[in-house]
Each structure stands twice: as C-alpha cells, then as structure tokens.
C-alpha cells in the first residue's frame, strides 16, 4: 500500500513558475513508475508527465519544454517543476503510482494560472 499527498500548488500568474511535490508512504519507493496527471473542469484527467523506476522521462506534447519531472529516491518524493505557465495548465494535479497492477493516486493540488 501506497499513500501519496501532493503539496505545492497555488494561484500563479501566467508566464510564473511552480513545484509540486509528491511524498509517498508505505512502501518501497524507488520500484514504482510515477506520473503526474491533471484534470482541468469538465475535461478527462490526463497524463502530463511520467518517470519510470530507472529515470526516464515522458510528457504530453503541450508541455514539453517547460515542464520537468525528477525524482528523488532517497526522500521518497517526486517533483514537477513548472515554467512558463499558461492558463490553460490550469487543473487540478494528480501523483500517481504505478507497479503491475497496484496503482495508486493522490488526493490533488489545485493549480490555478490567472491574472
């Protein structure tokens, strides 16, 4: 069993920056592929960025270049740095946790990008 809390969001203004961090507790940290996700109102929850147990790195098309996921296996935390923030990354972000067929989520930080 995994538990995750995601911490880190908040009101930016376009074109600012945020971090968000994902602790996880419960079990052993550095097996697990872990992703971000975000769901906007009204729209389906999407990957936005994933990195798997060895390090490697995926993100959805409209942010790449100005999102980063890392992770640190010694802290049990991952992070998604974000730049150049636009009002359509508005959403709600998700930390996911996946090995086989154990996925885990955790509860969201709302990120708002407005003037």
């Known amino acids: 069993q995994v538990r995750l809390v995601e911490s880190g969001g908040g009101l930016v203004q376009p074109g600012g920056s945020l971090r968000l961090s994902c602790a996880a507790f419960g079990s052993i940290f550095r097996i697990y592929a872990m992703g971000w996700y975000r769901q906007a109102p009204g729209k389906q929850r999407e990957l936005v960025a994933g990195?798997?147990?060895?390090?490697?790195?995926n993100y959805t098309d409209p942010v790449k270049g100005r999102f980063t996921i890392s992770r640190d296996n010694a802290k049990n935390t991952v992070y998604l740095q974000m730049n150049s923030l636009k009002p359509e990354d508005t959403a709600v972000y998700y930390c996911?946790?996946?090995?086989?067929?154990?996925?885990?989520w955790g509860q969201g930080t709302q990120v708002t990008v407005s003037s």
């Open positions: 996911n946790a996946r090995r086989a067929t154990m996925d885990y």
């Open positions: 990195i798997t147990s060895n390090g490697i790195t």
